[in-house]
């Protein structure tokens, strides 16, 4: 049998020529020389080799096995953030004060929600009993769970030209300790599981977009927006209002709280930029019927909308 000729043995023989004779290495300087070398060439190739399988495995938030290509390519936000509970939300503060389920009617009974120059028109809403098929990601509905979420309802709203949309989603959760342990969980799991976004023709989730999450009482708000392009925001996108008016949808948890505990003798400034509550009507029949449109508003920042119930 032929025996292979190693390559280190041809390597070494081309290094201990003249060149390290000449700096007086001997034979042996020369081998030890020679073989460190080899080794940190290894190690390099091997350093470059991670750093290539991260870049190409590692580099995107991880998805759920069970969640289709589909859903996970365009169902992440790009951030999240959440706000805890207030002290107003206190009368709701466990589930057992307020006992009635909610109903799509009472969350997304306006057609349209503004704040500031921002009007946002109803596409569709959903109930969801089962709370796991509100979201998607074996991570979150074992979190929803946990948190003993009893419902959710979602509603998809978008300006009347088409450039911005909204998903509000609101969950019932036991009590507001585990609506603020959900909120705080997201704030990892929204990179490998998420809401389901609600199908429309009109709006559609893109590449880029941002979620915050609003704890009330043992309820759990989570407002996500963005741009129907996927474009991350410009100067001219004001994803601050934006945000405003999809958490128009909140008043509903405001009104059970004054159910609960009352009208205050001394009441605090009504949530949401506007001072007049969205009128109440039967879902539209006509989702693509045309609203007034909505202007460009100032430039969007990286700062978080505030709570509507902080103000």
């Known amino acids: ?164 949309l909204a998903q509000y989603t609101l969950f019932n959760l036991s009590s507001v300790a585990a609506a603020e342990s959900l909120a705080t969980s997201l704030g990892t799991l929204y990179r490998g599981s998420w809401v389901q976004p609600l199908e429309s023709p009109r709006a559609k989730f893109g590449a880029y977009s941002e979620a915050s999450a609003q704890v009330m009482g043992h309820y759990l708000g989570v407002a996500w927006i963005g741009r129907t392009d996927g474009a991350e925001p410009g100067e001219t996108d004001d994803f601050v209002m934006l945000g405003l008016a999809v958490r128009e949808a909140e008043r509903a948890v405001f009104r059970r709280v004054v159910a609960v505990a009352g009208v205050p003798s001394d009441p605090a400034q009504p949530p949401g930029p506007a001072d007049t509550a969205q009128p109440a009507e039967d879902p539209p029949s006509d989702p693509g019927a045309s609203p007034a449109p909505s202007a460009s508003a100032a430039p969007s920042t990286n700062t978080a909308a505030p709570s509507p119930a902080a103000r």
Do not use: H
Not at 14 to 24: K, M, Q, S, V, Y
Not at 119 to 135: E, H, K, N, Y
């Open 1 to 164: 049998m032929t025996k292979r000729k190693r390559r280190s043995s041809a390597t070494a023989e081309r290094w201990a020529g003249p060149t390290l004779t000449e700096l007086g290495l001997d034979n042996r300087q020369q081998r030890v020389f020679v073989w460190s070398v080899t080794a940190a060439g290894v190690l390099v190739i091997a350093l470059v080799l991670t750093l290539v399988v991260n870049a190409l495995g590692g580099g995107g938030p991880a998805v759920p096995a069970g969640a289709s290509a589909d859903i996970a390519g365009q169902g992440l936000p790009s951030s999240f953030q959440s706000w805890p509970s207030l002290k107003e939300f206190a009368p709701i503060a466990d589930r057992k004060a307020d006992s009635a389920p909610l109903s799509v009617q009472e969350v997304f009974g306006a057609r349209t929600l503004s704040a500031g120059k921002i009007t946002l028109r109803r596409l569709t809403s959903r109930p969801d009993q089962a709370c796991g098929g509100a979201v998607w990601g074996a991570d979150l509905v074992d979190a929803l769970a946990e948190a003993g979420c009893t419902q959710a309802v979602r509603g998809l709203y978008a300006t009347a030209d088409g450039v911005y």
